[in-house]
């Protein structure tokens, strides 16, 4: 916590305070930081329009699950939208947007649940091939990383080999200064930030683009000691241009916090 930024008191969560639905355009400060090339990082944009859903409608009840299309690049300034598509008992759905120029360059739905009296009871799958803790792993450099890695995260090394291979990239992650953010809000943020598994597998170097991303949220309280996650990405299918993900992360223990999939589209 350690920089003049945060000291004073600029953190994530001061910077995206403001936004929420508007039909106006605007922005966030710093959002240069959080670019991938010519748009932005998607758990940022995935976070933007979780912050939309939850201030829309407050009272929600704990996050479950989300979809996430990344229709059109999502730059520095965009307009919000949020509606409420159906409110039952326990569960409820919203769905917010991204328009960049009044086109949807990104949609969500959400769904939200109260919890009930349990019926079934599945204990979620711990890592495989548990390298150890992330204060023993080797810390990576990210300077030849996506912009949004190398300003905002730090990395490590969660797999013992690197390189081609089988299609997992498993990394420890850890956000350079805290965000301010609640942890559900956190987790929206940083549970699409590998690259996906498939980069280990192609036969020449190209460019790889997220398409969608849905996951379920397995704790409503997420947390974890000094800041440190367990995320992987593995891919399922790869063929045609594209390949089917497996997301998943896990805090500093090994207990699995989210789970998710995702479509990646595979140019070069």
């Known amino acids: 916590m350690g920089s003049a930024r945060y000291r004073n008191g600029m953190t994530l969560a001061d910077k995206l305070a403001d936004i929420g639905p508007t039909d106006a355009e605007m922005g966030f400060k710093d959002a240069e930081k959080w670019m991938q090339g010519r748009t932005m990082y998607g758990g940022m944009s995935a976070l933007i329009a979780y912050l939309t859903a939850v201030r829309a409608f407050p009272d929600l009840p704990p996050l479950r699950a989300g979809q996430i299309g990344f229709v059109a690049p999502v730059g520095e300034r965009f307009s919000l939208r949020a509606e409420s598509v159906r409110q039952g008992r326990s569960v409820t759905q919203v769905r917010s947007e991204i328009l960049v120029h009044g086109n949807v360059a990104l949609t969500a739905f959400w769904l939200f649940g109260g919890a009930r009296e349990a019926n079934a009871k599945v204990a979620p799958d711990k ?45 420890w ?14 987790m929206v943020l940083l549970g699409d930030t590998l690259p996906p598994g498939a980069m280990r597998v192609m036969e020449r170097q190209g460019p790889l683009s997220s398409i969608n991303w849905s996951f379920n949220l397995l704790d409503t309280a997420p947390a974890t000691t000094d800041g440190w996650w367990l995320t992987e990405n593995g891919s399922m299918f790869a063929d045609e241009g594209y390949s089917s993900e497996r997301l998943r992360l896990w805090n500093a223990d090994g207990k699995q916090m989210l789970a998710g999939m995702q479509q990646v589209a595979i140019f070069g």
Request: glycine fraction near 6%.
């Open 173 to 186: 992650i850890k956000l350079k200064e805290p965000s301010g953010l609640d942890p559900v809000a956190e």
């Open 127 to 171: 890592p495989d091939n548990w390298t150890g803790p992330a204060k023993e792993a080797e810390e990576l450099d990210t300077s030849k990383a996506p912009s949004f890695l190398h300003q905002n995260y730090e990395i490590r090394r969660a797999q013992d080999f690197s390189g081609p291979g089988e299609p997992v990239v498993r990394r």
